[in-house]
C-alpha cells in the first residue's frame, strides 16, 4: 500500500487570490466556497493563505491517488515528451492499451473514449438508440432513467437526469426519455408494459449503480437481479452510468460488482485518468452497432490521457488500492455511524460502499449538508454535499487510518459546534 506523502510542499504564493476580479471574467455556473487552492500532495490541499486541509472530496470522487502522486508526476511527464496529442485519423497505442485493460477488468468487449461523464452517457445514449433502431427495430426508442438520478449537464443527460431542478430553463429537452422511482421494480415493469405502445418502445435502461448526486443511495441486489431479467426477457438493454462509482471507488473495480449483475454497456469517468480528463463508454460485443463516422470526439482517448490513465489503473492493482478502499471505507462508516449514535436528533442514515459514504441530516431540523460542509471547511476538512440533506464523503482511495481518524474528529467538532 502506498502512503500519501505528507510533508508540506512548498510556501503559499503571496499573490493575494482576489474573488471579484474572478467573477468579473468567469461566468457563474458555479455556487463557490470562499476559498482558492492552489497545491496538493496526497490528501492534502493547501489554499492560497497557506491554510491547510484535507480532502474528502478528491475533485468529487475523482482524483484516485490524491494529489501530486509520483504514479502520476511520471506518467504525466513521460507522455507530454513522447506524444500528447495527435487525432483518432491514426492508431493510438495508449488508446488500445487502456482499452484492453478496461476489457480484461470488466464484463465489457469495447471501450470508445471521451472526456467526460457526460460526454460517456451521450455516447451511450446514441449507442442505445441505433440499437434500438436497428436491431430491436423500434421506430421510437425510448430509454428509462430513476428519479434522482445524475447524468450529467449537456442537453440530452440533463434529459436522462431525473432531477427537475437541474432541467428548468433548458426546455424544449430531449424526447425520448421516462422516469421511475429508484429501487422500485414494480414501476420498472409497468413502465414497459405501457410505453409498448404503436411506434414506442423501451429500448434502454440507464440507471447509476449507486446514486451519487442523488443522495449517495445504493441499488437494492434485488431490484438490480430482477432489472437484469427484464433486459434478458425483453432485449432492452441494460446501461450502467458507473461515472461516479467505477474505478475502485467502492472498494470493487465497477459498482456493478456491488450487486452481482452485469450491465450491457457502462460508462465511467470521473476516477478513471485519476483526475485528468477522461471518459469513457464500454459496451458488450453484441451491441456495439457503431461504424466508422457515427460518433467520434477530437480529444477522446489522445494519448496523454490514455497513458496517464493506463498508469493510475495499474497503479490501482500494484499497490493493491481496493483492498485499501474496503478497509479505509469501513473504517470511516463505523466512525461516522457512531458519531450518528451520538447525535440521533441531527443525523439519520449513514450508508454507502467502500470509499463513497453520505451522512444524512435529519429531515426534520433545519440543519442543511452545505452548512455542514462550511462549518466542516473552517476545520481543516473538504467535504461535498449530495443533494440538500446528505454529506458526502469522497477522499482519494489512498486514504490512510490516520487521515480518516482526523476526518472523524472534526466531523466530531463540527457536530459539537452546529448543535451548541
Ligand atoms: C459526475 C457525474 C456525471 C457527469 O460527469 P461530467 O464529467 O461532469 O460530465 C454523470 N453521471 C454521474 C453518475 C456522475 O456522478
Redesign the pocket.
Known amino acids: 500500500m502506498i502512503q500519501s506523502p505528507v510533508e508540506q510542499p512548498t510556501m503559499a504564493s503571496n499573490i493575494p487570490f482576489d474573488a471579484e476580479n474572478f467573477n468579473q471574467v468567469v461566468m457563474s455556473t458555479y455556487g463557490r466556497f470562499p476559498i482558492a487552492l492552489e497545491r496538493g500532495l496526497g490528501c492534502r490541499v493547501w489554499d492560497t493563505q497557506g491554510k491547510e486541509y484535507l480532502d474528502f472530496v478528491a475533485g468529487?470522487?475523482t482524483c484516485t491517488l490524491g494529489h501530486a502522486h509520483p504514479v502520476m508526476v511520471e506518467a504525466v511527464t513521460r507522455q507530454i515528451q513522447k506524444l500528447h496529442h495527435v487525432s483518432n485519423l491514426y492508431y493510438i497505442p495508449e488508446q488500445g492499451e487502456l482499452a484492453k485493460w478496461i476489457v480484461d477488468h470488466s464484463c465489457g468487449d469495447r471501450v470508445f473514449f471521451c472526456?467526460?461523464?457526460?460526454?460517456?452517457?451521450e455516447a451511450a445514449i446514441k449507442l442505445a438508440r441505433k440499437y434500438g433502431h436497428t436491431v430491436l427495430e423500434i421506430a421510437n426508442p425510448i430509454i428509462l432513467t430513476a428519479h434522482s438520478?445524475?447524468?450529467?449537464?449537456?442537453l440530452a443527460?440533463v434529459t436522462a437526469?431525473g432531477q427537475p431542478k437541474y432541467q428548468k430553463h433548458f426546455d424544449p429537452l430531449v424526447p425520448g426519455f421516462h422516469y421511475v422511482p429508484y429501487n422500485d421494480i414494480r414501476a420498472v415493469e409497468a413502465a414497459v408494459t405501457e410505453l409498448d405502445e404503436g411506434n414506442y418502445r423501451v429500448a434502454a435502461i440507464l440507471i447509476?449503480t449507486l446514486?451519487?448526486?442523488g443522495g449517495v443511495k445504493p441499488g437494492e441486489l434485488a431490484y438490480f437481479k430482477r432489472l437484469r431479467e427484464i433486459c434478458n426477457e425483453t432485449g432492452i438493454l441494460l446501461i450502467f452510468?458507473?461515472?461516479?462509482?467505477g474505478m475502485g471507488r467502492t472498494g470493487k473495480l465497477w459498482g456493478y460488482e456491488n450487486l452481482g449483475v452485469e450491465p450491457d454497456i457502462f460508462?465511467s469517468?470521473?476516477g478513471l485518468g485519476g483526475g485528468i480528463?477522461i471518459?469513457a463508454m464500454i459496451s458488450k460485443k453484441f451491441c456495439d452497432v457503431f461504424a466508422p463516422g457515427e460518433h467520434a470526439s477530437t480529444f477522446g482517448g489522445n494519448p496523454f490521457v490514455c497513458g496517464v490513465a493506463l498508469s493510475v489503473c495499474e497503479a490501482l492493482e500494484k499497490y493493491n488500492i481496493l483492498q485499501n478502499v474496503q478497509e479505509q471505507g469501513s473504517h470511516l462508516r463505523e466512525g461516522l455511524k457512531a458519531i450518528a449514535r451520538k447525535y440521533p436528533q441531527h443525523i439519520g442514515q449513514v450508508r454507502g460502499w467502500g470509499l463513497i459514504n453520505g451522512m444524512e441530516l435529519q429531515a426534520d431540523i433545519p440543519l442543511t449538508a452545505a452548512e455542514v460542509v462550511q462549518a466542516a471547511m473552517a476545520e481543516g476538512l473538504l467535504l461535498v454535499p449530495a443533494g440538500a440533506k446528505v454529506v458526502r464523503f469522497v477522499p482519494p482511495l489512498i486514504v490512510t487510518e490516520t487521515d480518516i481518524n482526523q476526518a472523524l474528529q472534526s466531523v466530531e467538532r463540527v457536530l459539537a459546534k452546529l448543535t451548541a
Open positions: 468529487i470522487a472526456n467526460s461523464g457526460a460526454e460517456a452517457n438520478s445524475f447524468h450529467g449537464r449537456t443527460t437526469t447509476e446514486q451519487g448526486e452510468d458507473e461515472v461516479q462509482v460508462t469517468a470521473k480528463p471518459g
